[in-house]
């Protein structure tokens, strides 16, 4: 028939209902964009390596700031959680200035904030951190960066760098690496109030992380 594959009339046949129930089965979930590693990856791994980046071991201060939990899910592109993933972490402090030799602005250091952690997810891909909600920093005289956390996520056959936004910032939408990237609102974090057992004055960054392979 001139090379034309004739279609089953059961195909055909199929109701609008049918094809629509069929539809999740088929549907993925999309991979959680990627973006730079950025200038301030650190130069020098802390010694005090966790989970907790409010306090460093040894020292009895807390890091100035907005207390924040960031916690979430890692997924595959089926919805599965990825079990034993890892999650490296980096950030400026709450004034905005980063533990590194190339971070030159005026801004003072926290000694009490080394901005990095690791944790590595639960058998449910849940992950969480202790931290503080970094503050906004100028990259130029006309230009500032809005608040956000890097992310290096290593999963069984995925990884990626990406960064975490917070929603309402008035920087976001003036930030050329935030408008330049596709579905970025997959990178920005649902902020709620703490839990039972919280600190009160805490908030919590919900943000779920999708790897195409797991």
């Known amino acids: 028939m001139g090379g034309i594959e004739l279609v089953s009339p059961m195909l055909i046949r199929l109701t609008r209902r049918q094809l629509f129930l069929a539809a999740p089965a088929l549907a993925q979930l999309q991979q959680t964009p990627m973006q730079t590693i950025g200038p301030f990856y650190p130069a ?112 069984k056959q995925t990884r990626i760098i990406t960064q975490l936004y917070f929603p309402n910032e008035p920087l976001n939408e003036k930030d050329s690496l935030y408008k330049g990237t596709r579905r970025v609102e997959a990178l920005v974090a649902k902020v709620v109030g703490p839990e039972k057992g919280m600190e009160p004055e805490a908030k919590i960054a919900v943000w779920d992380v999708v790897l195409n392979r797991g």
């Not at 490296?88 to 250091?109: F, M, V």
């Open 44 to 155: 020098d791994r802390p010694t005090d390596q966790d989970a907790d980046l409010t306090v460093i071991k040894g020292k009895a201060g807390r890091a100035k700031g907005q207390l924040l939990y960031v916690t979430g899910r890692v997924m595959d592109d089926k919805g599965e959680p990825v079990r034993g993933a890892r999650l490296e972490i980096w950030q400026c402090n709450a004034a905005g200035k980063y533990r590194h030799p190339g971070d030159t602005s005026d801004t003072p250091l926290d000694p009490n904030f080394e901005g990095f952690g690791v944790v590595t997810t639960d058998k449910d891909g849940r992950y969480r951190f202790k931290t503080i909600k970094p503050g906004a920093y100028a990259v130029s005289k006309t230009a500032w960066r809005p608040p956000h956390i890097h992310f290096d996520i290593t999963g």
